[in-house]
């Protein structure tokens, strides 16, 4: 439970970092206008579609009617919720694979000037574009390789709710852990069967910053300000608990 708590608490712990080296707020700034694009562009039309939808349903209902004004708020309050919902996985996708390099940026930056890690080979920075849009994308199909599936199991009478958050949630928890420490790992060379075993070694920790990474990612415009933050977090993370040891990175 320790590990969980320190793992859980670390992107606060980091926060001071931005301070420190005022650099990491220049360089947040473009990633957090394009998230903002993104995801507000995103919110606007999911939400003005969903709530359409309940719209239509409010005007069937309208009439003086103590149930049916229950109703019509639990519609717009379930629709608001289904509306984060779906802006949380859009965002994972546009808003992950864009703002991929200039977040492998901020983490090249904390790897060097505040661990005082260099790697010797020096990648040119079109490759190293198309090398964290590669990543992003592995990622991506590995989280709908689990998520379309339970999506699926929703659908079963009585348990599938069951099923799908009880395994849903804390799998959110990891592949934010996995999504935030991933540019160190690439970085290290680590493919991505390496990378699953790199966060299992040590799960308690991961999952308390997989936890809170994924309460971040999922509030509206918090996502876009504590983006950055994770990515630095990520990175310290990963360093700072000795996830790159040559034990753990084994080939």
């Not at 864009?98 to 940026?105: D, G, H, L, M, Y």
């Not at 935030?180 to 040590?202: C, E, S, W």
């Amino acid at each position: 439970m320790n590990a969980f708590i320190i793992g859980f608490f670390h992107p606060f712990r980091c926060a001071g970092l931005f301070l420190k080296h005022p650099k990491l707020i220049l360089y947040s700034i473009v990633p957090m206008v394009i998230n903002l694009i993104i995801y507000g562009t995103i919110f606007f039309f999911v939400y003005d579609w969903i709530t359409g939808m309940a719209g239509n349903l409010e005007v069937l209902t309208k009439q003086e009617n103590i149930m049916l004004e229950i109703l019509r708020i639990l519609v717009q309050v379930v629709s608001f919720l289904f509306v984060l919902l779906v802006c949380y996985f859009l965002f994972i996708i546009f808003g992950g694979i864009v703002s991929a390099p200039f977040n492998e940026f901020i983490s090249k930056y904390v790897e060097e000037r505040i661990f005082g890690i260099r790697n010797v080979v020096e990648i040119p920075f079109a490759k190293e574009v198309l090398v964290s849009i590669r990543e992003e994308s592995k990622k991506l199909l590995f989280y709908f390789s689990v998520v379309i599936p339970l999506f699926v199991v929703n659908f079963i009478p009585m348990i599938g709710s069951v099923i799908s958050i009880g395994v849903g949630t804390p799998f959110s928890a990891y592949y934010n852990a996995l999504d935030f420490m991933d540019y160190p790992m690439t970085r290290n060379g680590a493919v991505f069967k390496q990378k699953l075993g790199i966060l299992n070694k040590k799960l308690p920790l991961t999952m308390g910053f997989g936890t809170i990474a994924f309460i971040m990612t999922f509030l509206p415009v918090v996502n876009v300000i504590m983006t950055p933050l994770l990515v630095v977090a990520g990175t310290s993370l990963f360093y700072k608990n000795n996830y790159n040891t040559p034990s753990v990175l084994q080939k």
